[in-house]
């Protein structure tokens, strides 16, 4: 996969961002992609999508037959600037994708129309709650739910999340640390009927203590993380 430049549809060639290129170096896009078994023609789901790094890559990835829908939770237009939005999707310079802002409850997908959903370092959000901001507090099981429905049979889901502490409440290590036991998402996937299909430790780091915050500067980009895929069975 090209990360620097590549086509759009309509022939167009499209030069990414600097602080995305930068930031593949960390994220490992092109392994993560392989991983999940991105390919031409696909239609796949970026679940909270924030401001469309992997989005973009999704587009290049799936092609000009293909289709991304770059979901983001309503509440994410108040942290992030209209330009950051403008600057990834302006002038139709991403064909192939559709913005989608809706809230968990309200994410309505049809049927077993998607090859593929990718949630990156956002699960751990789903256990995170504050009255004051518009956010939740999600029904997680009713949201896998969903996105299990949305998957073709045979369709996979592929988490990337910031590694907490064996053992420890979500709640917890969500509010303090932005991090997730990956057995805790192992059991919410498999309760709501998704089938564990593969995991990878391309974005292990075995310096992280997973005890810091990770938007601390010391690990900040550096966290050790976790990488699963889910499949629907039929």
Known sequence: MQLTERPASGARTLTRPSEDIERD????????????????????????????????????????????????HPGALTLLKPVVFERRYGNDRLRNVERLFARHDELELPAATLDAILLSAV??????????????????QALLAALLDALKPGGVAGVVDHRAKSGVDPRESAMTTHRIDPAVVMRDFAMAGFVLDGESDVLSNAEDDHSTSVFDPAVRGRTDRFLMRFRRSG
Do not use: C, Q
Request: avoid cysteine; charged fraction near 15%.
């Open 25 to 72: 170096v960390s994220a490992k896009p092109a392994e993560v992609l392989a991983f999940v078994g991105i390919v031409p023609g696909m239609t796949v789901l970026d679940l909270h999508s924030g401001a469309g790094y992997f989005a973009e890559l999704l587009s290049g990835a799936v092609g000009e037959g293909g289709r991304v829908i770059a979901h983001n």
């Open 123 to 140: 699960y751990h959000d789903t256990y995170w709650y504050s009255p004051k901001v518009d956010w939740g507090p999600v029904d997680r």
